[in-house]
């Protein structure tokens, strides 16, 4: 007879503790907490492989509520920290959570060598487009002429657009989902998983306390239909209350196009996620000053491609300068080739 015991399988609970959340009530936070945790039971990882490292901001109490390894960082330098880790362990499960001003403004750096680098982590930003834990300043990704309190009059900053930064920084996975779509956040984070490189993941995430409603055009039942384009690979742009509108191309410029007379879904825009000219259009498509109709926001995979990941291309460097020159040895490096005899 077998002592063999089978391990039961893991649930959201496993990834959750008894630390007391401590965010606002209603912060867009907690939802996006409850899809990390029924995901992380299908990526197919023990717990004590997966690390959940943040930098400052709400976001980033993240691992303080997820029962895996973590680390709260410093400001905007969860990015390179975790480029370490990987380099070091590179069987782990690394995911990044980070804000739009962790990761855009102080962090911004470490973020694009992070993707053009392209360790195999995944990036969370949560995009509130405000400062919530220090009361309500504009970010880098608030729209300008915004009212806060560093900017009473209105802000004068251009705002960055988190897909297209990381689109020019080489990102080999690039996303949008939103904290009120659960399912559709769950399957964006399960894609970001299965991506080996970089996957960065923008998360609409309402703070409704310093900037609440900022996305509600886009979750709300009487807007959402007409507002949201969510992207499927290989399907046509469709959108609208009752799937009636669509997006076509006039040049490199996105219309909406109304279905029926004479317009099939066949005449539409297909989404290719490995077409990297149409994913610039794409991440673009709501803030092109060239185009003044008003279009849906896309959500969903936007890019996708294959790169040489950073810690595999290091580990067979290391390998081949072992089998030409042999292991080095630390201490005959530290002491150089040079002495100096005092007298």
Known sequence: MSDTVTAAPLTAKDFSN?????WCPGCGDYSILAQVQKVMPTIGVPKENIVVISGIGCSSRFPYYMNTFGMHSIHGRATAIASG???ARPELSVWIVSGDG???SIGGNHTIHLLRRNFDVNMLVFNNQIYGLTKGQYSPTSEEHK????SPY???DHPFNPLALAMGADATFVARSMDRDPKHLQQTLIRANQHKGSSFVEVYQNCNIFNDGAFEIFTEKATK????LFLENGKPLIFGATQNKGIKLDGFNPVVVELGNGISADDLWIHDDKDFYKAQILVRMFDNPRNAEHLPRPFGVFYETERACYEDVMKLQIEEIIAT???GNLDKLLRGNEIW???
Request: charged share 40%; no cysteine; net charge negative.
């Open 102 to 104: 962790d990761s855009m």
């Open 341 to 343: 005899e005092i007298m």
């Open 18 to 22: 008894d630390q007391e959340v401590r």
């Open 225 to 228: 239909l007409e507002e949201t």
């Open 147 to 150: 009212i806060t309190k560093t």
């Open 325 to 327: 020159k042999g292991k």
């Open 85 to 87: 880790l990987k380099a």
């Open 154 to 156: 209105g802000s004068i």
